[in-house]
Every structure is written in C-alpha cells, then in structure tokens.
C-alpha cells in the first residue's frame, strides 16, 4: 500500500512538472505537489500580446481527461474551451512522453 501511494505522488509529481514546462511563459505563484494546484501569474506566449493567468489542478496522475483541470484567464474574462482544451491535452501529451522515455530507462 505504501509503494502505491509514493507511486501515485511521484506520477502527480511528474503531471505538475509536465505542466510546468508547458506554461513556462506564465510565471508560477506556486506550485503544490502535495494537493497537485499550480497558480500562475499573467504572461503571454512568444508571438501574441494576449495574456493569460492559469489555475492547474492535477487530480489524478492517470494521465487521461479526468487527470487535469486547467482554469485559464484572459484579461477580459475566461479564455475559450478550445484554448484551455489544447493546454490540457499538450500536458498530458508531454506527461505521456515524459513516462514512455521514464519506462525505456
């Protein structure tokens, strides 16, 4: 049962690094690995002037749909499902890769 639960912290810990580095143009306020909430500050991708704030909650380290809950603002409101869907699934995508590459080791 111990292993499991390290297991699993390590997995979330994974997602929450994942996360990082795929919102490494927002600065981050703070991360906890220990609830999986990452909070940002605002900032704006390489080549657009629109700026974004993000709230990341990592739920489960399964790496599927439910595992993530990704909040994005823009600075007149909430950015469009389409916008956070494609933060969501490039953290999942590079949390699957980060693991394959893990498991090769």
């Known amino acids: 049962h111990r292993d499991l639960h390290l297991s699993l ?11 990082l580095e795929v919102l490494n ?5 703070g991360a906890d690995p220990f609830s999986g909430i990452i ?3 605002w900032g704006s991708p390489s080549g657009t002037d629109t700026l974004y704030r ?9 790496l599927d749909a439910r595992a ?13 499902s389409q916008t956070i869907k494609a933060v ?4 999942l995508s590079r949390a699957r890769q980060l693991r394959i ?5």
């Open 88 to 91: 969501e699934n490039a953290i």
């Open 25 to 29: 143009f927002l600065p981050i306020e």
């Open 54 to 62: 993000a709230t990341v909650f990592v739920q489960d380290p399964s």
């Open 9 to 19: 912290r390590r997995q979330r810990q994974m997602c929450i690094r994942d996360s």
């Open 101 to 105: 590459s893990d498991d090769k080791l």
């Open 68 to 80: 993530l809950k990704v909040t994005l603002f823009r600075k007149d409101g909430s950015a469009d």
């Open 39 to 41: 909070t940002t500050g």
